[in-house]
C-alpha cells in the first residue's frame, strides 16, 4: 500500500468550520457562455448569478455566514430608533477597534460619503497608498484631489517586497511641501490595498506615517475594509509580531489612527453593512447629523437591526487566527497552483484573492483594447468562473484632461469570498486559467462601446475589436 505523509492539522490551512447548508449551482456549456457574456457587453458586472459556476467577482457581500450570525438576524430589533443591535455594534466597535464613535452605514461608500463630505473642502488634497474607486469618487466629489503616495513596489506586479501596502514618506513630505498641511485634511491609509493587489501595510510604517503626521496636523483616516486580513501579514511577515494575535495587531493598527470607513462586506462576514468610526466627539456629531440625511438615522444608517446583529458577530469571528489562517491559506493554495502552471499574477501574493497579470498574459493586446476586460471574459467563456477587471478600464478618466488615466497595473481579479468554495472548486479555477493561458496567442482585444460617467467599469459594454 502506498505510504501517505500525514498531514499536521496544525500546519494544515484546513477550514475550522463545516458546512450546514449548501446552495446548488447550475452548470453551463462554452455555446451557452459564449453568447451569454457577449450580451453582457463582455462585462463580467453585467452577467446573471444565475449563469455563473464560481462567482469570484468579489469578496464583498459574498461571504457565508455562520449559523451564529443566522441566529443573531433572529434577535433583530427593528425599532426605527435605538436598536438594541445597534448598541452590541457600538460595543463591538469599541471594543475591538478601539474607536469612540460609531457611526452605522448601509456599506462601506455610505461612511466614504459621510467621512468625505464633513473633512474635505474644494481645493484640498487628500494623499492614499493608491486609490480605489468609491473612496476616491466621494473625495471628487467633495472638491478634493487625490494623491497616490504609495511605495513605488506597489505598482510593480513582480516586486516582492513584503508590504507594498506601505507609504512613501519622502512622497507624502513632497505634497506636504507643496500644498502646505492646512490643505491636506486627512491621509486615507487603507489595509490590504485592494487595487494593488491586497498587499498589506506594515506596523513600522503605519508608525512613521503617524509620527509625520502628527507633527504637521494632519489626520489619519483608516480604510478598514480588510483591515483583519492585513494583521494576518503582519503576524506572519512582520518581525516582532508572531505572537501577537490578530484581534490584538487589528486593535494597534486602529490605535494609530483617528478614524475609519469600514465596508463589512468584506472582513466582517456580512452581506451588507458598514460604518464610519471616529475618536473626535465633534466629527461624530456631524457624521452622525449627515447621516440622518444620506443613510437613516444614526442608530442604523440604512441597515436593518437585524443586519448590525450579524456585523458584530461577524466582527468578533473575523478576528480569531483559526479563520484568517483557513482564509488567507484558501488564497495561498489557489495562487501557488497558478504560479506552479507558469501564470503570471501579482506577487506576494495578497489577502483578498490573486490578481493576474493581464499585461503579461496577454502581451499581444494594446491597453487601449482593455487586457484585463478580455482576460475576464475569456475566463468566463472558459469556464463559468466569473472575475473582475482591475485595469484601465477601473483607472476612468482623469478629471482634468478627460483621457483615459493608464495605470501601470492591468490586471484581472479572483476574488474569494469568505467561508464559501471548496479546494476543488480552486482545482478547476486554476485548470481553467491554465487553458486559457494555453490558448493564449489566439485572443482577441475588445473596444469600448458604451461609457457611463461614473464608475464606468460597472456598467461599461464592449465589442471584440
Ligand atoms: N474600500 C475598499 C478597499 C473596498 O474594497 C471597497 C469595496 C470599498 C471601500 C467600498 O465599500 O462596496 O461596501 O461600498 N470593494 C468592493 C470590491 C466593491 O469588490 O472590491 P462598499
Redesign the pocket.
Known sequence: MEKRKRRDPHHSWAEPFKIKMVELLKMTTPAQRKKTIEEAGFNTFLLKSRDVYIDL?????TNAMSDRQWAGLMMGDEAYAGSENFYHLEATVRKYYGYKYVVPT???????NLLSRITIKPGDVVPGNMY????RLHQELAGGTFYDVIIDEAHDPASLHPFKGDIDIAKLEALVKKFGAKKIPYICV??????AGGQPISMKNLKEVRKFTSKHGIKIFL?M??VAENAWFIKTREHGYADKSVAAIVKEICSLTDGA?F????DALVN???FFAVNDKKLYDEASNLCVVYEGLHTYGGLAGRDMEAMAIGIVESLTDDHMKARIGQVIYLGEKLMDAGIPIVRPIGG?GIFLDAKAFLPHIKQDNFPAQTLAAEIYIDSGVRS?ERGIVSAGRDKNTGKHNYPKLELV?L?LPRRVYTQAHMDVIAESIECVHDRRKKVRGLKMVYEPKYLRFFQARFKRA
Request: aromatic residues 2%; hydrophobic residues 25%; glycine residues 14%.
Open positions: 467577482l468579489t469578496d464583498s457581500g448601509h456599506q462601506g461608500r455610505g461612511a466614504e480605489f474607486t468609491t473612496t487603507a489595509t490590504t490595498v485592494n487595487m480604510d475594509t480588510r470607513t465596508s463589512a462586506k468584506k451588507i453593512g458598514g483578498h473582475m481579479r476574488t
